[in-house]
C-alpha cells in the first residue's frame, strides 16, 4: 500500500480507502454484520488505513459496524463520517457529531463531512460550526462531499476546507474540467467514490452474467441505463485488454487509473468480499504505461461523449 498527506493537515491516508457504504445496508444488499467486521479488518491488516463511513449509511449501521471492526486500532486509522444534509444547523450539527462518535466508539473524528449541500441551511452557520469543532478537537479535518466549485469556494470563506469527495472514475469526469484544478491549486485533498462506477468497471455486467435484481437502486441510475451499458462496452473491452496484459482485473486497472490522475489523494473503493478487497488493495502497486494511460483516457472520453 502506498501513503499520502491529506490536503494541508499532516494526516495520512492509505491511497486506497475503504469504503463502508454497503456494510450498512439500506440501498444494498448488505452480508452479516459478521463477514464485513472481517472484511474491514483484513483491509486493516493489509495496509488500507483510511475509512469512511456516513451517519446516512443503514441510519447509522455503517458507523457501528466500522466502530466495532477497529477496535484496538484506534490511533493507527484514519476514520471519515458524514452529517446529513438536515443536520447541518449548528445545534443539529453538534448532536449528529455525538451519535456519531458514539456509533463509532471513538472520540473524535479524523474527518468530518458534509454529505450534501442544503441550500436552506446557511453554508456560513455549518462551516463556522465545523471550525469550531475543528479547534475543540473534535474532529481534525473538515470536508464537502458533492459540492460544486461555487459551493466549495463559497465554504471556503469561512474556514480551511482540507478535503473534498466528489465522484470520480473513468465512466464520470466532470471534475477534471474547473474543481479538480481548483483543488490542486489550493492544497485540497480529493476522495473519489463510486471508484469503480458503483461495479461497471469490474466488468461483471458486461463479460459476467451479473443482473441488478429488481430492487436494486441502481436500476435506475443513469450509468446503467441498458442503451448506455451498451455504449460503455469499448471501454470494459480496453479494460480487459490491459488487465489481460498485466495480469490483472478489471477493477485494478480501473482504480490503477484513478491513483494516476493528478490531483486525486485516494480512491475510495467499498467491497463485502474478501476476495475482491484484496485485489482491490493490489491496484494501488499496478503500473500502467504511458501508452495505457493514453488508451484509456481517449476511449473514457469518447464513452462519456456518446452517454
Not at 491511497?15 to 472481517?38: H, Q, S
Amino acid at each position: 500500500m502506498n501513503y499520502t498527506k491529506l490536503g494541508q493537515t499532516g494526516i495520512e491516508v492509505s491511497r486506497i480507502t475503504f469504503g463502508c457504504w454497503e456494510l450498512g445496508g439500506g440501498m444494498w444488499e448488505k452480508a452479516a454484520d459478521e463477514v464485513n467486521i472481517k472484511a474491514i479488518q483484513t483491509a486493516f491488516e493489509n495496509g488500507v488505513t483510511s475509512f469512511d463511513t456516513a451517519e446516512a449509511y443503514g441510519n447509522g449501521h455503517s458507523e457501528q459496524i466500522t466502530g466495532l471492526a477497529l477496535q484496538g486500532k484506534r490511533r493507527e486509522c484514519v476514520i471519515a463520517t458524514k452529517v446529513r444534509k438536515d443536520n447541518l444547523k449548528a445545534a443539529d450539527l453538534r448532536r449528529a457529531v455525538e451519535k456519531s462518535l458514539s456509533r463509532l466508539q471513538t472520540d473524535y473524528l479524523d474527518l468530518y463531512y458534509i454529505h450534501w449541500p442544503n441550500p436552506e441551511i446557511p453554508l456560513a452557520e455549518t462551516i463556522t460550526e465545523m471550525d469550531k469543532m475543528r479547534a475543540e478537537g473534535i474532529i481534525r479535518a473538515i470536508g464537502v462531499s458533492n459540492f460544486s466549485l461555487a459551493q466549495l469556494e463559497e465554504a471556503a470563506n469561512y474556514a480551511r476546507i482540507d478535503v473534498i469527495q466528489p465522484e470520480y472514475s473513468l465512466l464520470q469526469r466532470d471534475i477534471e474540467t474547473k474543481l479538480l484544478p481548483y483543488c490542486r491549486k489550493n492544497s485540497i485533498a480529493v476522495m473519489s467514490y463510486s471508484s469503480i462506477a458503483k461495479g461497471i468497471l469490474t466488468g461483471a455486467f458486461h463479460l459476467g452474467k451479473a443482473q441488478l435484481k429488481e430492487d436494486d437502486f441502481r436500476r435506475t441510475r443513469r450509468l446503467f441505463l441498458p442503451e448506455h451499458l451498451e455504449k460503455e462496452t469499448e471501454l470494459i473491452m480496453l479494460l480487459k485488454e490491459i488487465a489481460d496484459s498485466q495480469k490483472a482485473t478489471l477493477s485494478q486497472i480501473a482504480i490503477s487509473w484513478l491513483l494516476r490522475q493528478e490531483g486525486l489523494t485516494s480512491a475510495i473503493v467499498g467491497t463485502q468480499s474478501e476476495k475482491h478487497l484484496l485485489e482491490n488493495i493490489q491496484a494501488s502497486n499496478i503500473r500502467l504505461t504511458p501508452a495505457e494511460l493514453s488508451q484509456l483516457d481517449q476511449v473514457s472520453r469518447k464513452v462519456l461523449a456518446s452517454l
